[in-house]
């Protein structure tokens, strides 16, 4: 009597052991870069902070630098320095004021900013004001932003553009980073054939290809793009073995079915071996976690996506997302779901957790995408995001939804 099938692996403890596994064969290989280029990368080491932002005391306006002491309602008194940013002037001299703009440093004696706004300046060059200061009124003080010896950026952090800003602003020139992850890419599939070549009967043309390509590109890996691969066993085993060799990770899509055409399975389990195999969620059930030998020692991992374009979208972004950003280092952290109503229903459900492409729309509610088949790949291009629909759970207009943008699951 043959057995029933195995229970499919739930979503959250799929993902564990992917970030696991990826843990396990992370290299941890790092290099310094210039932060001008760090755009992408992801921290080595804490980025401390050799001096107080700002240096020095300095005013946030254009106006007079003033000792408060001085100053009377209608009092006129000397200007006698003008300071520009990036000069220190001299010491403030009693009864005087300076003309001072944004960014430079508060002269010695100075404890207050007065608006330029705020100043009459009279035919003799002298300046009087309308009321009293109060004391370190637009003063930004010496260290009002980062003190320093402070940690500023901690390991492991993927630096975007506010994050390189502020490792300048602290004075680095260059930062320790985890090398770029080495991703291999393929195709398996006698059906596929490439843009530009022409379509014969029964082809489709590769999109997984390109998405994938951009997909790793924008995550910060190194790709190597190994083409498309028969549907023969000895071709795959060959493109695994030359995969693993110079590379951390190998992401194929298609052949992780369960056909007579799909030889991923046997060729891992000659070529490796498989820690996970089929995943509760829908699309992308066929879901492959597992690791090459290399000849010389040691694994690559490797992630099976499905072949249909929707289901390999969604796989990238909820699997290999999070081994990228193990193989470097940072900690993962599941996409925080925002609560939006859904202008939509979805009285079908599947039994198994469900990702629907979906957008927001002008009211702040959430419009379905009208065909949710896992081959329209315009699903993905039109959704700004997926719900994450629990097993079994209908949808009716107006309920509360778990929103997943898809900004947050790239990393992005």
Known sequence: MKSPPAPLMPLDDAVARVVDCAKALATGDQEWISTFDAWGRVLAQDVHAELNVPPADNTSMDGYAVRCADISPGRPLEVSQRIAAGHVG????????????????????????????????????????????????????????????????????????????????????????????????????????????????????NSNRFMLKGLLTGAGCEVSDLGIVPDRLDATQQALRQAAQDHDLILTSGGVSVGEEDHLRPAMQLEGRIDLWQVAIKPGKPLALGAVRRSQGGEALFIGMPGNPVSSFVTFLLFAIPALQALQGMDHKPCKALRVRADFDWPKPDRRREFLRVRLNADQGLDLFPNQSSGVLTSAVWADGLVDNAPGQSIARGDWVNFLPLSELMGL
């Open 90 to 205: 001299d010491a403030l001299r009693p009864h005087t004021v300076a003309r001072i703009f944004t960014g430079a440093p508060i002269p010695d004696g100075a404890d207050a900013v007065i608006m330029q706004e705020e100043g009459t300046v009279l035919d003799d060059g002298r300046v009087q004001f309308a009321k009293s200061p109060t004391p370190g009124q637009w003063i930004r003080s010496a260290g009002e932003d980062i003190q320093k010896g402070t940690a500023v950026l901690r390991r492991g952090t993927r630096l975007n553009p506010a994050a390189m800003g502020l490792a300048a602003s602290v004075g680095c020139a260059r930062l320790k980073v985890v090398k770029r992850p080495r991703v291999a890419l393929f195709s398996t599939g006698d059906e596929l054939v490439m843009p530009g070549e022409p379509l014969r009967p029964g082809a489709i043309y």
